[in-house]
Each structure stands twice: as C-alpha cells, then as structure tokens.
C-alpha cells in the first residue's frame, strides 16, 4: 500500500481503495466469493490507478510503411532535435529575451514560423490582403487534411477570393484579366495531396512573379511539404515537389511550407521571402495569437541545423527512411520473416511499395521489401489488434487478409522489439 501511495498519492489510491471496494461488495452481493477481500481490494486499486493515469500519448512502432504519417505524429524528430527541445524544456530560455541588449526580443528571430502550414497561410493572408482579393487558380483551391479548405482559411483571414481559369487549364492570362484595383495579392497553391493529369496547363512560378512585378502586386507561394532539393545528404526528389529555395530565387516574395513533412521536423508552418513582406506579417496581431512555444523552435532549429550542415541524410529520420533501398531493407525483412515462421506464423518477403504520406508526393511510391504474415488459427484483423494491444503497440496494414510489415519507418532499434511482439502475441486477447 505504501508503494501505491508513494506512486500515485493519498488521494488517488483512497479513492481507488474506495472504488474497489464498492464494487467488491456488489460481485459478493450477487454471489461472488473471495478469501482475500483485502488482498483484493489491494490488487484491484492497483491495477484501477494504473489504467486511470497512464499515460494517453504513446510511442508505436509504425510498420505501415508509410513515412509521415498524419495518425501517428507525423515526422518523427532527429536524435538532436529531439535532444535539444528537452534541454530547453526544463530551463528558463532566451526565448523572447535580447541577450546582446538586454532587454525584450523577439521569440520570431529563432525560425520564423507559425505552429502549421495552414496558420502560415492564414497570417500571410490576413497581412497581405485582408479585405481585397487575392487570385488563385481553381485547380489550386485544394482540402488539406483535416478538412482545412484553401477558401475557408482564406475567409477566416479576411481577404477576398477571385477565382481563375479551370479546374484543369489556367494561363497566366487569366491571372491578368482578373487584376483590378481590388486586387492585393497573387497566390500560387501546390497540390500537395493530389494530382490532376491528361489536358492541363499551368503558369510558371516565373510568369507570375514577372506578372507581379508588371501590377506592382506580390507573390506568394505555399510550397506544401518543405522539399529542400536534392543534395549528398538528401535522397533523390519525391515525384514533382517544388524546392523552397527555387521559388525564393523566382522571386516569390512570400513562400510558406511545412516544418514537418518532408523537411523532418516539428509540425510547423515557415514563412520565408522578401524584408519588406516579412516585416508586415511579423507585425501582424496574428502573430501573437499563433506563435509557438520554445520546444517547436528548438526542434526546429536543430533540424535545420542538421539540414544547414548537410547531415540531414543521416540524422533525420524521414530524410533517411526516404532514401532506403529495397535491398538495405531486405535483411532485416529476412530476419523478421525467419522470426515470425519459427513463432508460428506462414511468413515470406515480398515486393511492395511505402509511400511518403502527410499529402506530400501523392502518387510516388518508394519500392520496398514487405513481410506478408498469415496464421492457421488467427485472421489478419484478429493478429493486427493483438499487434495494437502489445507494449509497444505495433500498427500494420492489411491486404487480402493479410498482414504487411514494412521496415521502411521502423528504426532499426525496433526491429528486436517487432519479433518479440510477434513471438508474445498468442497470449493476446
């Protein structure tokens, strides 16, 4: 009892000794006998305490295959970005402080950024053009995922939507005819979570910035995913994506993207681009309202950092799981299957595909090698819910009642985890 008190405090094991006991008394009062009512009441309120406050957010072990997944956290931070946050987690910081002055500062100087792509957008809307209009393509008024709408988040900021062209075919010509003395700004959409094929047409980032340039308009950019380019330490570029810097040497005088995603960092929305267009949405009340707190911006700055450095290829995760081959992933795949036939399982590698997720690069897939498990006595549905019921709970996909492993997303420290779960999973219920 002094060990449950110690753990959890007088309060809480009073209120669960209370608890089990009450319902101690309602199993006997319908029959139930015990020769221990103590011990049971004990054992009883230990295991209510350690249901009631453990903890909600967990670590899994993502064998989908699929890299940035929205369900499971998204990109999962590098060892120094992870390491940096709890530094400055547990000290005061020079967040909004000017060591040099010694005075106040600004928390923006750090990285400038909002807490995800779809509130970058909102403040470069709202301080850009709130109250006229800003031309978009059609073809580019895209659903993010959670139901954000590109008209929705350009409403809620205040400025006005003046649609152009079609869903499928929109030339810079169109942007100009809609050019009036309303107009405030010139917004480029990529559509990160789709793809539109057969007759298209699109203007170039430069016919714009050349059309801006003409009205004496701005133009922005949401990149979407945060593709840095193709560098030594990065893997080769993910279907179409645009490269930030590109568009900023376009001369996009605003461009936003993720900080998660593709860039492997904090979710996060960066806004990058001209002094001038900085400055005014730095300004912005908005700011203020979604600025971020100082573990987003030490996770953030130590990735850039690894990107900066060009260690990003080693040190950040989805940079690294993007760049595995099917025959570095072949082994351990191997060494999974060997585990999980000799625990009972029919198992074999086979081909397959993993996808980077989060809405980036729809439609390129990253050939991979998959465990395809099945059990005499189990069906697929049945083996992936004892997966999740495991310490660490494991997810897997399913396909033609079977269960897929994919070790594109499992780090390899998890592999030895992964074949435990297999081999304990009978005793699952």
Do not use: C
Not at 87 to 93: D, I, N, Q
Not at 141 to 159: N, T
Not at 273 to 280: I, L, Q
């Amino acid at each position: 009892m002094l060990a449950l008190e110690t753990r959890y405090g007088r309060a809480a094991v009073v209120a669960a000794l209370r608890a089990e006991a009450a319902a101690l008394r309602n199993r006997m009062t319908g029959g139930a006998t015990t020769a221990d009512a103590a011990g049971a009441i004990e054992q009883g309120a230990a295991v209510r305490l350690a249901r009631a406050l453990s903890p909600s957010l967990r670590t899994v072990i993502n064998a989908t295959g699929v890299i940035v997944h929205t369900n499971l956290g998204r990109a999962p931070l590098s060892r120094r970005a992870a390491e940096r946050a709890a530094a400055l987690a547990a000290r005061y910081t020079n967040l909004e402080y000017d060591l040099a002055e010694g005075a106040r500062g600004r928390r923006d100087v750090h990285a400038n950024h909002l807490n995800n792509n779809a509130a970058a957008a909102l403040i470069v809307l709202a301080a850009l053009a709130h109250g006229r209009e800003v031309i978009v393509s059609r073809g580019e008024l895209v659903e993010i995922g959670g139901g954000f709408r590109v008209p929705d988040v350009m409403a809620q900021s205040g400025a006005i939507l003046r649609e152009v062209g079609t869903t499928n075919r929109t030339r810079a010509a169109d942007y100009a005819a809609a050019i009036g003395e309303r107009t405030a700004l010139i917004l480029r959409v990529h559509p990160s979570n789709f793809r539109i094929t057969g007759f298209t047409e699109r203007p170039s980032l430069d016919e714009l910035v050349a059309l801006g340039r003409r009205f004496h308009l701005p133009v922005a950019e949401d990149l979407g995913s945060g593709w840095l380019g193709t560098g030594s330490d990065r893997p080769a570029a993910p279907g179409d994506e645009p490269v930030v810097s590109r568009s900023i040497e376009a001369g996009a005088d605003v461009v936003m993207f993720s900080g998660d995603k593709l860039l492997g960092g904090p979710q996060a929305g960066i806004i990058a681009g001209s002094e001038s267009a900085v400055s005014a949405i730095r300004t912005h009340p908005l700011m203020r309202a979604l600025r971020v707190d100082k573990l987003t911006y030490a996770a953030l700055e130590a990735t850039l950092e690894d990107h900066v450095t060009g260690h990003a290829g080693a040190t950040v995760p989805v940079a690294r799981m993007m760049a595995l081959t099917p025959d570095e992933i072949e082994p351990r795949a191997n060494a999974l299957a060997d585990a999980a036939g000799a625990a009972g399982f029919d198992a074999s590698v086979i081909d397959g595909a993993s996808t980077i997720g989060g809405g980036s690069a729809p439609g390129s897939a990253l050939p991979t090698r998959l465990v395809a498990l099945s059990h005499p006595s189990l069906t697929a549905a049945a083996i992936a819910a004892r997966l999740r019921a495991g310490e660490p709970p494991v997810i897997v996909r399913i396909e033609n009642d079977r269960v897929l492993l994919d070790l594109r997303a499992v780090f390899e420290d998890e592999d030895d985890l992964l074949i435990a779960a297999l081999r304990n999973l009978e005793g699952r219920t």
